[in-house]
Structures are given as structure tokens and as C-alpha cells.
């Protein structure tokens, strides 16, 4: 029988040095090969010219190097890009690079599909097909990295993970990817410049704060308990109490925020009531708030507010002392915004 080959991009610096030790290896020779692996261009263990030939080929016999090709990309009139990339199953997901004056932003998808039902949103309504390996989280930043070479577009500066599935329920695979995204032999990405959102998983968030010091987002959406278990079911399971008693424990570093997104929806959770509510609750949490308008998605039962009352929400918190900013939607046209990443250009295997 076939031995099945070990993807090395799924193996943080740890996993690889116990991965070489198992073939015979010093550990050292396992920080070689993370070295090598995410160098533009190295697709193949002959062009890793410090390890010896003898050992390039056994490790051709025990492992692979996977990576996504071919993207089909989508550019939005904005200047935002959508990748969709074909899993080796035949799923499609898809990442979002959003270039701004001062940084490009790559959106990063965690799962195909969703598991979290939130009502809101398009991937959401697909439901959940899998967990992405380490491998096809890191991947999707290697081909955005190499697009943007290739084009001339600059350089990936931040990465959010914002994009298609919750990312704390794959957690271990988003440790694994985060270590391999932060090693400075890996992708070498400052943890202040990654941002992983959540739609409120209290354990995962503590232990996601134990073991990274990357940035916590946190989609909320509403300032009571009714209304944000009709938006969300997740807060079932963790009510809003749990869920801001969370984020005050949260491990942060000075002058570090938890950034709360908050999508307004006309008649549902635009009021001034509203507002002075979303005031008392997050009173005492280091945060930043972002306002967001609903995007066009299929669901004909959300709208958004409208600018004026967007203005007049924001006024209200700025007066109770928040940093709020309103965000405007970029990709929309693509169907690449917040809560659209549905993988419509293209279908699962039947
Ligand atoms: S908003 Fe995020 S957590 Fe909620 S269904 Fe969509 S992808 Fe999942």
C-alpha cells in the first residue's frame, strides 16, 4: 500500500522538528526545512541546497509540499480582490485582500462553511462542511503573497481572520497556522498585525488569548440577550454576560483592544436606545467599535439603516467616550464583504 505523504505546511516549527527526528533527524534540520518551505518559489525539496541530497530524497519518499494554484480571482472596482481556491477535495473557499493607503488586508477563511447559523450572513446559510487544515489556512496567504509579487501589488501587511467559517471552533489548526504565520522563519508576521474574529466562543476565546498574543475581534451585533440570539444562535450558549465577562479577562497587552463589530440592521438594532445599551455593556472593556452596514446578501429580511442613523449611533457612543468608527463595505460588488463569501463562483464535488 501507498504511504500517504505528510504535508509539511501543516507542521509548525515544533511539529516539523518532531517530524525530522522521527526520520532519523536532528532538530535543527527541521528549522532548515521551515526556512525554506515559505520562500516564494519553493515548491520542491531539491531546491533546499543546505540539506543533503540523500535527505532531500527521503524526505521527497515521506512528504509533500502542498500549495494552492490557480485562483480564480475576482477584482472589485474598489481595488479589493476575491480569491477563490479549490480545495484538494473539490471545496471552494475564499480570501479577501483588501488594499488600504498604509496596509494590504488579507481576509482569511478558517473553515468551509459555517457551523454557526448566523442569520446575517451567506456562508452561514451554506452550513458547514469541514475544518481547514493548517496547511490550507497558511496557503491561502503563500498565493495571495505570490499574486501580489507576481503583479506588482505590494505586500501583505495584516491578515484578519474574518473570512469564510468561525476560526475558534478549528482551533487547534488555527494554533498550528498562527505558529507558522509568526515564526520568523515561517511567514514573519507581527501576532499585533493578525486579527482572528469570533462570533463568541468563551472557552475557545480564553484559550486563544493563553496561547497567542494576536489581536481578538468580537462580531456582536446586538446589546441584549432576545435580539442577538434571534441574529445569533451561538448566543444561546454563551449569553452576553459570559461573553463580556470573556473579553474583560482576555489577556491584552498595553494599549491593546478588543475590537467589537457591530453590523447595524434598520429596525432591529440601529436605535438610540440601542446604542445608550451597547454603552452600559461594554463600559469597562478596553475596545474599539466598528459599525458596519448590512450588505446585499439574499436575505430580504435585513437592511441597512441608512448613514444618518449610522452617524447618529456612533454620535451617542463617541459621547459616552468609545472609539467608534463607521466601516465602509469594500468587495460588495464581488460578493466579497463582511458576511458574503458564500463560494458562488464555483460548487462542491457532488
Ligand atoms: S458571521 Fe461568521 S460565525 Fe456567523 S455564520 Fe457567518 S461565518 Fe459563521
Given at each position: 500500500m501507498e504511504q500517504e505523504l505528510t504535508d509539511l505546511k501543516n507542521l509548525d516549527q515544533q511539529g516539523l522538528i518532531r517530524f525530522v527526528e522521527s526520520l532519523g533527524q536532528p532538530a535543527f534540520r527541521g528549522r532548515q526545512i521551515l526556512a525554506w518551505l515559505y520562500r516564494p518559489g519553493v515548491t520542491d525539496?531539491?531546491?533546499?541546497?543546505?540539506?543533503?541530497?540523500?535527505?532531500?530524497?527521503v524526505l521527497g519518499r515521506h512528504a509533500r509540499i502542498s500549495?494552492?494554484?490557480?485562483?480564480?480571482?475576482?477584482q472589485s472596482r474598489d481595488g479589493s480582490a476575491k480569491f477563490g481556491f479549490r480545495l484538494e477535495d473539490g471545496f471552494v473557499i475564499e480570501s479577501v485582500l483588501i488594499p488600504d493607503e498604509d496596509r494590504n488586508t488579507l481576509c482569511v477563511s478558517s473553515q468551509a462553511g459555517c457551523a454557526?447559523?448566523?442569520?446575517?450572513c451567506m456562508t452561514g446559510s451554506m452550513g458547514f462542511t469541514r475544518n481547514l487544515q493548517p496547511a490550507e489556512i497558511v496557503n491561502q496567504v503563500c498565493a495571495v503573497r505570490d499574486w501580489m509579487l507576481e503583479y506588482d501589488r505590494g505586500r501583505l501587511t495584516n491578515l484578519v481572520f474574518m473570512g469564510m467559517g468561525e476560526p475558534l471552533a478549528n482551533l487547534k489548526n488555527l494554533l498550528t497556522a498562527l505558529s507558522i504565520l509568526t515564526e520568523q522563519r515561517g511567514l514573519d508576521f507581527a501576532s499585533r498585525r493578525i486579527t482572528v474574529s469570533t462570533c463568541g466562543l468563551v472557552p475557545q476565546m480564553m484559550e486563544l488569548g493563553q496561547a497567542t498574543d494576536v489581536n481578538l475581534a468580537v462580531s456582536l451585533h446586538a446589546a441584549d440577550d432576545v435580539t442577538r440570539s434571534r441574529l445569533m444562535p451561538v448566543n444561546d450558549r454563551y449569553p452576553l454576560a459570559e461573553l463580556i465577562e470573556a473579553c474583560k479577562k482576555f489577556p491584552m497587552k498595553k494599549r491593546q483592544r478588543i475590537m467589537f463589530e457591530y453590523t447595524m440592521l434598520a429596525g432591529i438594532n440601529d436605535s438610540d436606545e440601542t446604542a445608550e445599551k451597547l454603552a452600559r455593556l461594554l463600559r469597562g472593556v478596553p475596545s474599539k467599535i466598528n459599525l458596519l452596514a448590512m450588505n446585499a446578501t439574499d436575505n430580504e429580511e435585513f437592511r441597512s439603516?441608512?448613514?444618518?442613523?449610522m452617524l447618529r449611533f456612533q454620535q451617542i457612543l463617541r459621547r459616552h467616550g468609545f472609539s467608534v468608527f463607521i466601516r465602509h463595505s469594500r468587495g460588495e460588488d464581488i460578493l466579497?464583504?463582511?458576511?458574503?463569501l458564500a463560494g458562488r463562483h464555483s460548487s462542491p464535488p457532488v
Amino acid at each position: 500500500m501507498e504511504q500517504e505523504l505528510t504535508d509539511l505546511k501543516n507542521l509548525d516549527q515544533q511539529g516539523l522538528i518532531r517530524f525530522v527526528e522521527s526520520l532519523g533527524q536532528p532538530a535543527f534540520r527541521g528549522r532548515q526545512i521551515l526556512a525554506w518551505l515559505y520562500r516564494p518559489g519553493v515548491t520542491d525539496f531539491f531546491q533546499m541546497t543546505d540539506l543533503a541530497r540523500e535527505f532531500r530524497a527521503v524526505l521527497g519518499r515521506h512528504a509533500r509540499i502542498s500549495r494552492f494554484t490557480e485562483p480564480v480571482v475576482q477584482q472589485s472596482r474598489d481595488g479589493s480582490a476575491k480569491f477563490g481556491f479549490r480545495l484538494e477535495d473539490g471545496f471552494v473557499i475564499e480570501s479577501v485582500l483588501i488594499p488600504d493607503e498604509d496596509r494590504n488586508t488579507l481576509c482569511v477563511s478558517s473553515q468551509a462553511g459555517c457551523a454557526m447559523g448566523c442569520r446575517f450572513c451567506m456562508t452561514g446559510s451554506m452550513g458547514f462542511t469541514r475544518n481547514l487544515q493548517p496547511a490550507e489556512i497558511v496557503n491561502q496567504v503563500c498565493a495571495v503573497r505570490d499574486w501580489m509579487l507576481e503583479y506588482d501589488r505590494g505586500r501583505l501587511t495584516n491578515l484578519v481572520f474574518m473570512g469564510m467559517g468561525e476560526p475558534l471552533a478549528n482551533l487547534k489548526n488555527l494554533l498550528t497556522a498562527l505558529s507558522i504565520l509568526t515564526e520568523q522563519r515561517g511567514l514573519d508576521f507581527a501576532s499585533r498585525r493578525i486579527t482572528v474574529s469570533t462570533c463568541g466562543l468563551v472557552p475557545q476565546m480564553m484559550e486563544l488569548g493563553q496561547a497567542t498574543d494576536v489581536n481578538l475581534a468580537v462580531s456582536l451585533h446586538a446589546a441584549d440577550d432576545v435580539t442577538r440570539s434571534r441574529l445569533m444562535p451561538v448566543n444561546d450558549r454563551y449569553p452576553l454576560a459570559e461573553l463580556i465577562e470573556a473579553c474583560k479577562k482576555f489577556p491584552m497587552k498595553k494599549r491593546q483592544r478588543i475590537m467589537f463589530e457591530y453590523t447595524m440592521l434598520a429596525g432591529i438594532n440601529d436605535s438610540d436606545e440601542t446604542a445608550e445599551k451597547l454603552a452600559r455593556l461594554l463600559r469597562g472593556v478596553p475596545s474599539k467599535i466598528n459599525l458596519l452596514a448590512m450588505n446585499a446578501t439574499d436575505n430580504e429580511e435585513f437592511r441597512s439603516p441608512g448613514r444618518e442613523r449610522m452617524l447618529r449611533f456612533q454620535q451617542i457612543l463617541r459621547r459616552h467616550g468609545f472609539s467608534v468608527f463607521i466601516r465602509h463595505s469594500r468587495g460588495e460588488d464581488i460578493l466579497a464583504a463582511c458576511g458574503q463569501l458564500a463560494g458562488r463562483h464555483s460548487s462542491p464535488p457532488v
